[in-house]
């Protein structure tokens, strides 16, 4: 019975590490700083939008190296409010969108997987379901400091006026992409998605926006207790293409956003970007557990 | 003396001393005639610098003033302090004001030859007129914005923080306020060049 009980145990211990030892470093959340970034509603506002200084009075501080966040952190919410109502940037306001989601994001580390947790409450909705299968999706991109600009703006690097679901874009096959982007050079943003159906994507945005191919996301777990979503990324330090190697001591730009209320396309709520830095300061941080 | 050798005519008369007048009475009409003319010069050039005689004329009235009414900061605030045409478009000090009086006085040519009588005319007018409006104000150092904002003056922590963050930078860099607030009172004109804000 005790070998068994031992062999059961080793087996689960394989299986663990088989996973990338997910479950062996798990951190323990209830120990690690939440930082609440509020994710709103951008409409069609694009890097050329945000780069026009006649359209975007933000477009000097931008070229004089201020990131969106130094002068937005705070009002992301009402940002949201004027997008999401159609006061501003959205010619198809969406009925019961909504404006902003508070999301509490943690991050750890155990020397060998990156931990990436989401929290937040599920906000009205009830427009008309564009993403059938998922009510919800979570992305991540994260940047290794070789995209001009990605340190100050980021996702909107990949975001682009003649993507699909934009206004102007003619193509409904062009999704995100960078200009000047290629894995070879690194310029590129790692993109790690989470949906509620159950599946996980590991892919890159370089060129064009690529959904597989990475071999370093060994999990994502989402899961709704009441109104509250919470989402786990366990993705390991190095993997294959398109994903960006992390290292403790070492700062990468991070974006994410959620694809709520069975959205697609640009439909969706977004960070501004950040820092996430292994073991040391950031906006926010992971330390190794 | 013989007076055939004096100058003769109207100019002469003017030149001549009184020999019924005292000193103390010319001083004095001199100073009455003084406060009359330059009261009236001023009477008059205070009437040309308020917003009714600005927008007497209805290419004002029906397109840059219009939009200013709509709803801008200017016309209409939590404080209930207006910004009106002369505030922000005719500088508040002397000689300034009277260079932008001369400068202004071109546009009775253009009211003449109707240069933006039709809105079509002013639509297409447009960036031009606010260009040159833009960088008179960039030459002043946006001196009208000035009269009622400083730098100085300013609490960045009663600043949203965009504002604040603005703000800083526009002291570090000595920009101007013109700057970044163009289109504030009035819509933007199209085709304005990318950089202007």
Known sequence: ?289 | MNDSAKPAGWWARMRRPSTRLSVLFLVGLGVIAGIVLWGGFNTAVEATNKEAFCIGCHEMRDNVYKEYSENTIHYTNRTGVRATCPDCHVPKEWVPKMMRKVQASRELYGKLVGTVDTREKFEAKRLQLAEREWARMKANDSLECRNCHTLASMDPEKQKPRAKKSHELAKKNNDTCIDCHKGIAHHKPKGMKEDDE
């Not at chain 1, 070998?3 to 088989?18: G, N, P, Q, S």
């Not at chain 1, 000047?180 to 790690?192: A, H, M, Q, T, W």
């Not at chain 1, 996430?276 to 941080?285: P, Q, R, V, W, Y």
């Open chain 1, 1 to 289: 019975m005790k070998t068994t009980t031992t062999l059961r145990a080793t087996a689960a211990a394989a299986l663990a590490l088989a996973a990338g030892g997910a479950l062996a470093g798990a951190p323990d959340w209830s120990k690690v700083t939440g930082t609440k970034i509020t994710v709103f509603y951008p409409g069609a506002s694009p890097i050329e939008w945000i780069t026009k200084g006649s359209e975007h009075g933000g477009a000097r501080a931008l070229k004089k190296g201020e990131t969106c966040a130094s002068c937005h952190h705070d009002e992301t919410a009402d940002m949201g409010k004027k997008m999401a109502s159609g006061q501003k940037l959205e010619p198809a306001p969406i009925k019961g969108k909504a404006p902003a989601i508070p999301v509490v994001v943690q991050a750890a580390h155990d020397g060998a997987n990156l931990y990436l947790r989401f929290a937040w409450k599920q906000p009205a909705g009830g427009a008309d379901k564009m993403d059938k299968d998922n009510q919800v999706k979570l992305a991540v991109m994260l940047e290794d400091n070789k995209i001009p600009g990605a340190n100050l703006a980021g996702c909107w690097q990949t975001c682009h006026a003649d993507a699909r679901t934009m206004p102007d874009g003619k193509d409904d096959k062009k999704t995100k992409y960078v200009v000047d982007g290629n894995l070879g050079s690194g310029k590129y943003y790692d993109l790690i998605q989470w949906t509620s159906k159950g599946a996980k994507y590991d892919g890159y945005v370089a060129d064009k926006r690529v959904m597989d191919g990475g071999k370093a996301l060994l999990e994502a777990k989402g899961e709704k207790k009441g109104d509250e979503w919470t989402v786990v990324f366990t993705r390991k330090f190095t993997g294959g293409d398109g994903d960006i190697a992390l290292a403790p001591g070492k700062t990468y730009n991070l974006g994410f956003a959620i694809h709520d209320d069975h959205s697609a396309g640009r439909f969706h709520q977004v960070s501004l970007g950040y820092t996430l830095g292994l073991d040391t300061k950031a906006d926010i941080s992971a330390a190794k557990q």
